[in-house]
């Protein structure tokens, strides 16, 4: 079982929702990557996902657009992204780590270079973004090879063929967006939420993580409620690193993840 697949199990044996925590590779800066990624995780985040800076990207929002702006003006690339991988494992960071991105940068490096590349470095698993399944076989069988997980996203438009398909080929859990949009920060989560992920529930036992819109501790208790197994929790988490000054990022954004995971009762 992989490192994601055991994670999953655990929080199933626990009980509890996981949170699965997003920052951008190289936003603020690459050094500030490898502080936020360990305070994620003291803070009580299962997974962190790595977002990999694309020029062209389709699903994010205005919010993870700059901080990837960001990041390719100070020359991030993928090869970077899984160096910093490899430093956060030499540091000793033991959760599950994704890398997030479009599927262009998987192309352009090499399929089977990549998955190796990403396995040495420590890497759990690979979402992408864009990445049809129907178009998805070399990679299915790069991160086969090397013990990766490779997940995929279902939004609530999609057709229960569709779904099926997802389900048939997905590893490590699948990937509920909540909504017909991008992402970002929103108020509610949206009403047709529940009947999505029954959809999805139909056609496969993975654990379901939501992600999209979730930014505050009573998206995640209702998401728990939907029978979710996680929340993905992004464009949040870049607003408390915006919002704080420079010195005090690392602990603005630990305590963030520990209101929303409920260890901690007050505001931040």
Same mark, same amino acid.
């Given at each position: 079982m992989?490192?994601?697949?055991?994670?999953?199990?655990?929080?199933?044996? &626990?009980?509890?929702?996981?949170?699965? *925590?997003?920052?951008?590779?190289?936003?603020?800066?690459? &050094?500030?990557?490898?502080r936020l990624v360990p305070a994620l995780?003291?803070?009580?985040?299962?997974?962190? &996902?790595?977002?990999?800076?694309?020029?062209? @990207?389709?699903?994010?929002?205005?919010? !993870?657009?700059r901080a990837s702006h960001h990041a390719l003006q100070q020359g991030?690339? @993928? *090869?970077?992204?899984?160096?910093?991988?490899?430093?956060l494992r030499a540091r000793g960071l033991a959760i599950p780590l994704l890398l997030m991105g479009y599927y262009n940068t998987i192309l352009a490096y090499?399929?089977?270079?990549?998955?190796?590349?990403?396995?040495?470095?420590?890497?759990?698993?690979?979402?992408?973004?864009?990445? @049809?399944?129907?178009?998805?076989a070399g990679l299915?069988?790069?991160?086969?090879?090397?013990?990766?997980?490779? !997940?995929?996203?279902?939004? @609530?438009?999609?057709?229960?063929?569709?779904?099926?398909?997802?389900?048939?080929?997905?590893t490590g859990f699948i990937y509920c967006v909540s909504l017909t949009g991008v992402t970002g920060a929103r108020q509610q989560l949206p009403p047709g939420l529940a009947e999505f992920l029954a959809r999805v529930r139909r056609h496969s036992s993975l654990p379901l993580a939501v992600g999209f819109g979730i930014s505050k501790r009573e998206h995640l208790e209702g998401v728990a409620d939907l029978g979710a197994q996680a929340a993905v929790i992004g464009s949040a988490i870049i607003d408390v690193i915006d919002r704080a000054p420079a010195e005090e990022r690392e602990e603005r954004v630990r305590e963030y993840v520990e209101v929303v995971t409920g260890r901690r009762r007050t505001s931040v």
């Open positions: 992989s490192r994601i697949g055991q994670t999953m199990a655990r929080l199933r044996q &626990e009980g509890r929702l996981g949170l699965i *925590a997003y920052l951008t590779v190289g936003y603020p800066d690459v &050094e500030s990557t490898l995780a003291a803070g009580g985040a299962d997974m962190v &996902e790595l977002g990999v800076p694309f020029s062209d @990207p389709l699903a994010d929002g205005a919010t !993870i657009q991030v690339t @993928p *090869a970077l992204c899984l160096d910093v991988v490899k430093q090499g399929i089977d270079e990549f998955a190796r590349d990403a396995a040495v470095a420590g890497v759990d698993g690979l979402i992408g973004v864009d990445l @049809p399944p129907e178009g998805a299915q069988a790069a991160c086969a090879d090397r013990g990766l997980d490779l !997940i995929y996203l279902l939004a @609530p438009t999609s057709s229960d063929e569709r779904i099926a398909l997802v389900a048939g080929q997905s």
